[in-house]
């Protein structure tokens, strides 16, 4: 599992960062002034530095003391109570933490985690006001609340909007401007589909002066293909979809039935409980669908280690911890993995929890052995495969019968030189290599399938699967207080557990990924953690609002999704106003649209677009997009890429062989994860090495390249004219005169250096491929 | 000091708001600590200001080139005692009771030291005085991929950060114009694969990540401009792209669009710092000899003296992978032809770093993944060794390390450490000793939990160090 939140520091910077800690402390605090509250202010404090070891880790609380839970707090040993609610004095805690001896002071000196002043301060008003607790927020049910009032009405396009204005209004803030026409539909269509609006897609918009012309335009973009492979793009990270097995051997696999089964099941706007249960268990649905089965190999798209140093048990579970893992962070926004060798140290998550769980995703069949080892694997048989077969099993059978004939017609000696025999046997051998390259050619789509009876599962002491505890049976983590006649005893009884509607975290983890991605970041900035580590919901009404939507709209994903890219709060400009730097640099209280830069596939996909090239549609087996060449074999790794041709060259990044040991190098460079684990949250990084990838891969050059041609060809004539199309195509907007001038003047000096048109535009259509504006979402 | 990232010369939005997120306790680190580092002042004052990992992918045999065990001589043919392989799962390859196996190099004692290296290393004893050699090493799998990623990372996981992306995360780079940590690879065809996670960043930025220059005409990829761009024209473009970002920022105010004006810039040096840099035509001929370097043809010899060129203009980590080192047959011929190619650079390497006065702030690593063992796996005729993780040897020199000494014990075997264990966690908490990292609040935070290159473990090896 991997989630890239955090940012480095860059040098110098301290003094500011102590003054910027102040103002913060009011914006993500704005109640500060009343009570105390344990989740929002005393829980952090006590999660980071004090328990891991006096939290929920048996093997690791010190003195008998646990902080997490109020008895354990509040319970008197020897005369002495570590918190005394409501009297400082006889608190222990209150004393330790702020005693000068070296051998009391807590945290101790050894340990690198020290309490502030502001930190203890607010343990010592929590203490004073009586210590109280609260169970972690996202443990508890999402509660629906009525929409806040708010003082601007005009303003809210939908219930997103109430709660976003009536957070800012009580910070005295005003929303954002909206944003142009231009930008808002070049942010909508890239954000639901991927690709960049044509230009008469903007016209259009632009001319609509209906008061619906959003919701129009964003459901008419949800209705695409384009829309579904966009969305399908994030899912496949977390799915951590590839075209290898991962591991040193990082063999091919045909798994790309699965990443068509999620672009199809977006498309029909498959409810996400059932898209839930279909990848969790398809295949033990009661007469499971091919679609329904395709749907399993959501969890093997695990990693597959492979080799003969170790027990072939240890290699098979490898890949069952990591689906636990995985679905731990999909569906509960719960950092699992961290139980598989001992109990949680932050959240009620106990080591024998993570092997409940892991009991219900370990009886997979597994087969082979050292580097064959697999697991069970559908034959996907096209119709026009089986036709093919039968004809060609007709094919075989009568040449074979034609061969038999003519032998029989000669004797021995003849027929060694019998020519008519000879282009018999030579028809019948065709036929027989095209059979055998067909069945070759059928893919073998690994799936889910469960072992008649069930393995037992031990816990692994220490993590360690030789070092066996305790058998468990299955079930689902103690903290949500399933009855042991309700426990899930199977993969598929585990599923609708989780979209049952009466979990607390599946639809709040949900809605916040979606939030993440209309946002850049979610409501809870940590997606994959929604734990007491994880960072606490900056709007927890509207959370709890988007939760309750999607579960009671019968978990119609879509419809969640209108509501937040139709809303005023998503039509907000991106300009970071004065008013706003003091007061949300964050952007915690969303005053604008974040603008950061696109994912790398985006980039291609718009490059290609805009150049006329991108091929669109489906495209089944992964493509092969122009690489540098010999760049597997550089790093002496199995295989060879060949570069696609055709329209395979041009088709949309989605479909680009996803190598886990070397991805396609534009696409690492441009931050796509290798997912060989579940990727929650991509990093954006801005570096040089991206910058000589949009200026000078094959791949861009030969756009920029089509996109000159592209403008010479559409516009006859007029530089003026060509440079307003070009700016049309890339940026969805018209040149501003200052902008027109500086072109006309590049012009002129590209064209001192060459008498090649060509080259004169290309020079260029490859700034505006490059222009922050353009790898940026507007 | 500057910073790679763009983020150094943006505005102070970008800054502010990431301090404040951090103070706000979303992601939150260890802050003051962690400034403190990035800063360009670590924890505590820095013996090593850069390092250059000499990587020998596959696994050195340690009972050949450091560690003689005369023992091991007398019972060469014998069954190994079976006391070794209690507590020990199996072999990587080998099946079966296999039977120990003596080194037919020579071992000697070299310099005023009296550091004692094999036959197979006669440059290196020429430096001898200058190295530390930890014979007590110990990682925790014999399988290559985990085994590098161990080295890397302190963890055998694929998705954790490598030591130079902790280093690129904790002090930054001291250099304009080229990426902190770069990694050049040579080395036979036959060996092991390299993987991207090898340079990986794992969960910190992206941006940490080593940046692999290519033995190719063009060491950074898509370098070189297309062949009808010319490098004024280039610049002309660059301008023209410069001009438009500043609008856009004239017009957001988002500090990441400085950052991006400062990425074009620096892609831009690169194209002419970077070819400047590799093209080893530029070194005199005394130097090629030196090292053994032969412009345009790939070698370790040549990623040695790149190495050091690199590390002149203020890389802060270079790693050079040299391949073919898994010796499983035929050990004598395969280990005669690694030790060839890589002995005299990495001596020559050391010499011409003392020379120029850096050896003392820069920190040479020369190891594998793990040793080999000291029974033999036979195939056919010949013989080789199987991979081993219990006991191998790492050596490094400069950077305030001790130079000349002999740190830690095999038992007689060459098989267990007897003495001194050197736990990878524990090398890797040297290495950020020496500079001046304290490798417990070098954290990242991520999955609720603060991360490090230590995991929970490592004990500074207060005895190497000078």
Redesign the interface.
């Known amino acids: ?14 003094l ?2 102590m003054l ?2 102040m ?3 009011v ?2 605090r704005p109640e500060l002034s009343g009570p105390i509250q344990f989740n929002r202010d005393v829980l ?1 404090i006590l999660a ?1 530095k004090c328990f891991s070891c006096h939290g929920p880790d048996p093997n690791q609380r010190k003195s008998g003391l646990r902080l997490d839970l109020r008895d354990g707090a509040t319970a008197e040993k020897k005369g002495l109570r570590a918190i005394s609610p409501g009297d400082l004095a006889r608190s222990a805690v209150w004393r330790r933490i702020t005693t000068d001896n070296p051998d009391e002071v807590m945290p101790p000196p050894k340990v ?2 020290k309490l502030n002043p502001a930190e203890k301060a607010v343990i010592r008003r929590w203490i004073e006001e009586g210590a109280p607790y609260q169970n972690h927020w996202a443990f508890e049910l999402p509660r629906r609340s009525a929409l806040p009032a708010v003082r601007n009405r005009a303003w809210p396009k939908n219930a997103v909007d109430h709660f976003i204005l009536a957070r800012l209004e009580q910070e005295g803030l005003s929303p954002g401007r909206e944003v142009s026409g231009e930008s808002l539909i070049r942010r909508i269509t890239l954000d639901l589909t991927g690709l960049p609006p044509a230009p008469e897609r903007v016209r259009i918009f632009l001319g609509d002066r209906r008061p619906d012309r959003v919701e129009r335009v964003v459901a008419e973009l949800m209705a695409t293909r384009a829309y579904a492979e966009r969305q399908a793009q994030d899912w496949l990270d977390l799915a951590r979809y590839a075209d290898s097995n ?3 051997d ?1 063999q091919t696999r045909d798994i790309w039935p699965y990443r068509e089964w999620v672009i199809n099941a977006i498309a029909r706007n498959l409810p996400f409980d059932q898209f839930t249960i279909e990848q969790l268990a398809g295949d033990m649905l009661p007469g499971a669908t091919t679609e329904q089965r395709i749907a399993s190999a959501f969890h093997r798209n695990a ?1 597959q280690a492979k ?4 027990p072939v048990e240890e290699y098979r579970l490898k890949g069952v911890s990591d689906r636990v893992n995985t679905t731990g962070t999909v569906w509960l926004g719960l ?1 699992l ?2 139980a598989e060798c001992h109990d949680h ?3 009620p998550i106990t080591q024998r929890d993570y092997f409940s769980m892991f009991a219900l995703f370990n009886n997979v069949v597994h087969t082979g052995e050292a580097f064959a080892q697999d697991g069970p694997n559908l034959q996907l048989a096209s119709a026009a495969h089986h036709t093919r077969q039968r004809e060609l099993d007709q094919q075989v059978a009568a040449a074979t019968k034609r061969v038999e004939v003519r032998e029989s017609e000669l004797d021995a000696g003849a027929a060694k030189v019998d020519s008519e025999l000879k282009r018999l046997k030579e028809i019948l051998a065709a036929s027989v290599k095209e059979r055998t390259e067909l069945e070759q050619s059928i893919p073998r789509l690994p799936v889910m399938e469960e072992l008649a009876t069930p393995r037992d599962t031990r816990i692994h002491l220490r993590g360690n699967f030789l070092n066996k505890g305790d058998a468990v049976s299955p079930a689902v983590p103690a903290l949500f207080t399933l009855p042991p006649e309700q426990q899930p005893r199977n993969r598929l009884e585990f599923a609708r557990w989780l979209v049952d509607g009466r979990n607390p975290l599946v639809a709040r983890v949900a809605v916040n990924r979606l939030w993440q991605a209309c946002y850049g970041h979610g409501l809870v ?2 997606p ?2 929604f ?5 606490l919901p900056s709007h927890p009404e509207l959370l709890d609002w988007l939760a309750c939507e999607l579960v009671e709209s019968g978990w119609d994903v879509r419809h969640v999704h209108q509501l937040l890219v139709n809303s005023a709060t998503y039509r907000q ?4 106003s004065a008013a706003v ?1 003091q007061r949300d ?2 952007n ?1 209280l969303l005053t604008r649209a974040p ?1 950061p ?1 696109l994912p790398g596939e985006q980039i291609r996909d718009q490059a290609l677009a805009v150049a006329g090239l991108l091929v669109t549609g489906p495209s089944g087996k992964p493509v092969f997009p122009v690489q ?1 060449s ?1 760049y597997w074999e ?5 295989g060879k890429w060949v570069d696609s041709s055709g329209a395979d060259r041009h088709r949309r990044s989605l479909y680009t062989y996803w190598r ?4 396609h ?1 534009s696409l ?2 441009l ?1 796509a994860p ?1 997912r ?2 579940c990727t929650a949250k991509r ?1 954006v ?9 949009t ?4 791949i861009f ?1 030969e756009a920029a390249e089509a996109f000159a041609a592209r403008l010479l060809r559409e516009v006859p004539s007029g530089d003026s004219a060509r440079v307003a199309h070009a700016f049309h195509l890339a940026l969805c907007r018209a040149p501003a005169q200052t ?1 027109s001038a ?2 006309l003047a ?1 012009l002129r ?2 064209r001192a ?2 008498p ?1 048109e060509k ?1 004169v535009w ?2 260029v259509t ?2 505006l491929l ?4 353009f ?2 979402r507007p | 000091m500057n910073d790679l990232s763009p983020h150094s010369s943006a505005g102070a939005l970008s800054r502010r708001a990431f301090l404040q997120r951090s103070a706000a306790g979303l992601g939150a680190i260890a802050l003051g600590s962690l400034l403190q580092a990035r800063a360009g002042q670590p924890h505590f004052a820095a013996r090593a200001k850069r390092v250059i990992f000499l990587f020998m992918a596959g696994g050195p045999s340690h009972v050949d080139l450091f560690d003689p065990k005369p023992r091991l001589n007398e019972l060469d043919g014998q069954k190994i005692p079976a006391e070794l392989l209690k507590d020990h799962q199996q072999f990587a390859l080998i099946r079966g009771t296999p039977n120990l196996k003596g080194s037919t190099r020579m071992f000697s004692r070299h310099g005023q030291s009296g550091v004692t290296l094999s036959d197979w290393l006669p440059h290196l004893a020429k430096v001898s005085d200058e190295l530390a050699v930890i014979r007590s090493m110990k990682t925790d799998t014999n399988v290559h991929d985990p085994g590098v990623n161990m080295m890397n990372c302190g963890s055998v996981m694929f998705d954790r950060p490598t030591l130079g992306a902790w280093l690129s995360y904790g002090l930054g780079s001291e250099n304009q114009d080229l990426p902190a940590y770069i990694v050049l690879t040579s080395g036979s065809d036959d060996g092991q694969p390299l993987l991207q996670s090898f340079w990986g960043s794992g969960f910190l930025e992206s941006r940490h990540q080593g940046v692999p220059f290519r033995n190719a005409p063009d060491p950074v990829l898509h370098l070189a401009n297309p062949s009808h761009v010319s490098r004024p024209s280039r610049r002309e473009q660059l301008d023209l792209l410069a001009w438009m970002n500043q609008r856009q920022h004239d017009a957001l105010r988002d500090p990441e669009i400085l950052s991006r004006i400062a990425s074009y810039e620096m892609a831009f040096r690169m194209q002419s710092s970077v070819p400047e840099l590799t093209d080893l035509r530029q070194e005199p001929e005394h130097m090629l000899k030196l090292y053994g370097a032969e412009p345009g043809k790939p070698s370790f010899a040549n990623n040695c003296l790149l190495a050091r060129r690199l590390i002149e203009k203020g890389v802060r980590f270079v790693q050079l992978y040299d391949r073919g080192w898994d010796s499983h047959t035929d050990i004598d011929r395969e280990h005669t032809r690694q030790c060839a190619a890589a002995d005299r650079p990495s001596a020559a390497l050391i010499a011409d770093l003392k020379q120029r006065g850096l050896l003392s702030d820069t920190l040479v690593i020369w190891g594998g993944e793990f040793g080999r063992t000291p029974v033999a796996q036979v195939m056919g005729k010949t013989y080789g060794r199987d991979h081993h993780p219990h006991g191998f040897t790492v050596w490094l020199a400069g950077g305030g390390v001790r130079p000349g000494i002999t740190y830690g014990a095999t038992d007689e075997f060459g098989y267990h450490v007897a003495e001194n264990p050197v736990h990878v966690h524990d090398l890797h908490a040297t290495i950020l000793h020496l500079l001046g990292i304290d490798h417990e609040r070098l954290t990242f935070r991520t999955q609720g939990r603060d991360f490090r290159l230590t995991d929970v473990a490592g004990d500074v090896v207060k005895d190497i160090l000078a």
């Open positions: 599992m991997k989630v890239r939140t955090n940012k480095t520091i860059p040098p110098g910077w301290v500011i960062g910027a800690m103002t913060v402390a914006i993500a952090p980071d690198p985690k991962g591991y040193a990082d990693p080799g003969n140093t170790y950092t993995a961290c140290k932050f959240d900035r940590t994959a953690d734990g007491r580590q994880g960072a400009s991106a300009r970071v730097e640099l964050q915690m603008r830069r540098t010999g550089e790093r002496a790794l199995p886990r040991m070397a991805l190098p690492e460079l931050d290798a060989s684990v990093s990084s801005n570096v040089p090495t991206q910058a000589l990838v200026l000078n891969d094959p050059v902008e500086r072109f590049f000096q590209q250096r060459t090649d080259i290309t020079a490859a700034v490059n222009l922050d504006e790898l940026c």
